[in-house]
């Protein structure tokens, strides 16, 4: 139990502590959580449990309190929790990003560990950009994305999010310009194809990449689209000497039946962000990976490194728990359990066609989306999912679920019956 009564604890924290997007002091009482168990979040005001149907974030793929990665930690634990990384190196990061190189579509060859999602975004755009300047070509420094995106909130990420009714429109006048086209179909329309071709053709002198989350665009709105855009972006790209990056942050480690996005359409992008459930959602850290053009590119420049070195970079702790979560997927028939959740998510979300208010119900591997033809109550839908026994974060208009996928049968039968009871509600 916390030292603290919860009413104190909620109260600090209503005055103190700034949560994702929330004003200051807090208007809304959070839920204080006291310990997290398989899929379960046990709550400290001794109302029980609640079944995550969010993986914090879409991070703890194999559940809380998970004996293996618990080991990875404490075992790393006893030999160096950190060590600076520059001019020092240890095994957990070099083992970590040899995975990441080995299970990465073919090509990617070069990791930089990140200390968070927005920071592998801001690198990958730092890359891309010092590449076409080492190349004696710094006019390309734009990057272009498509429309309903998210890509994190610092600076760089911040510029190619959803320019409209995304989260940060505060700052459109300010942050970097960048060249949006529209967000992707759901089907493949060659029509919007050749949009795709034309803008990078169009906007190629100025261009350094093209950024886009693969297959599902997350927190921009929960779409879901055709693979073979990957295809028509990588070959405009190519034609057109402009660089391609995929954000996997929410994508990658099988959340949508593959591996990584990239894999539905068999494409290598010059550049690969991957975090969340890079550690099993156990602590921060991301990574960037690159080809060696892109490496190669940037070492022939008058400034041949990369400027960049957080302090924490390749924590030891953090990537040692990264790599028991990947070996602990890859030993699993991780496909079969994504396949299986998609499947009770089909048939759980299926009812929720039919309320008043659903505008679309999409499954894609472990992510379930129900969008309604509103913005969400947001107080109301979550506590209806919590009067069912489980944690959702409905956001705007859509009331989804990405659970682990350590997440039994009845248990994502529950979760399908809470998003339908939010969708009621909200
Ligand atoms: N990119 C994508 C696709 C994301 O979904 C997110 C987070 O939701 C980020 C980047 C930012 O990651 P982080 O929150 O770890 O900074």
Not at 142 to 163: A, E
Not at 225 to 242: N, Q
Not at 275 to 290: D, N, V
Not at 345 to 360: C, F, I, K, S, T
């Amino acid at each position: 139990m916390p030292d603290l009564p919860v009413s104190e604890l909620i109260e600090l924290d209503r005055r103190h502590v700034w949560h994702p997007y929330g004003p200051m002091p807090g208007r809304v009482e959070p839920l204080v959580v006291e310990s997290a168990s398989g899929v379960r979040l046990r709550l400290a005001d001794g109302s029980g449990e609640l079944v995550d149907g969010m993986s914090s974030w879409w991070s703890a793929i194999h559940g809380y309190n998970h004996p293996v990665l618990n080991e990875a930690a404490r075992e790393q634990l006893g030999r160096m929790s950190h060590v600076m990384f520059g001019g020092l190196t240890h095994e957990p990061a070099v083992r970590l990003a040899k995975h990441l190189v080995d299970m990465s579509p073919d090509g990617l060859e070069h990791v930089f560990l990140a200390d968070s999602g927005s920071v592998s975004v801001e690198v990958a755009a730092k890359m891309c950009l010092q590449y076409w300047r080492s190349l004696g070509r710094p006019g390309k420094q734009r990057l272009l994305t498509w429309r309903g995106g998210y890509h994190g909130d610092t600076w760089q990420p911040m510029s190619v999010c959803d320019p409209e009714g995304g989260m940060h429109e505060l700052w459109s006048g300010v942050l970097p310009r960048q060249v949006f086209v529209d967000a992707p179909p759901a089907e493949y329309e060659e029509p919007y194809a050749e949009q795709l071709r034309s803008a990078v053709e169009r906007h190629a002198g100025e261009l350094a990449a093209v950024i886009v989350e693969p297959v599902v665009q997350g927190a921009g709105g929960m779409r879901f689209h055709s693979p073979a855009y990957l295809r028509v972006l990588r070959e405009a790209c190519d034609a057109h000497d402009v660089l391609l990056v995929f954000d996997e942050i929410a994508t990658g480690f099988g959340r949508t039946g593959a591996l990584f996005a990239a894999d539905h359409a068999a494409v290598t992008p010059d550049v690969m962000c991957v975090g969340k459930a890079l550690t099993g959602g156990y602590m921060t850290m991301a990574a960037t990976l690159c080809t060696s053009r892109v490496a190669d590119g940037i070492s022939q420049g008058e400034v041949p490194v990369l400027a960049h070195g957080p302090t924490f970079m390749g924590n030891p702790l953090a990537a040692s728990v990264a790599c028991a979560s990947i070996e602990l997927l890859l030993g699993q028939d991780w496909l079969g359990e994504v396949k299986r959740i998609e499947t009770g998510l089909r048939e759980g979300l299926a009812p929720a066609l039919e309320l008043p208010g659903v505008q679309d119900v999409r499954v894609l591997g472990a992510i379930g989306v129900v969008q309604l033809d509103h913005a969400v109550d947001m107080k109301a839908a979550t506590d209806a999912a919590v009067r069912e026994g489980v944690w959702l974060r409905p956001f705007r208009d859509l009331i989804y679920t990405m659970p682990p996928y350590v997440t039994g049968d009845a248990d994502v039968a529950r979760i399908a019956r809470a998003v339908c009871a939010a969708a009621r509600e909200g």
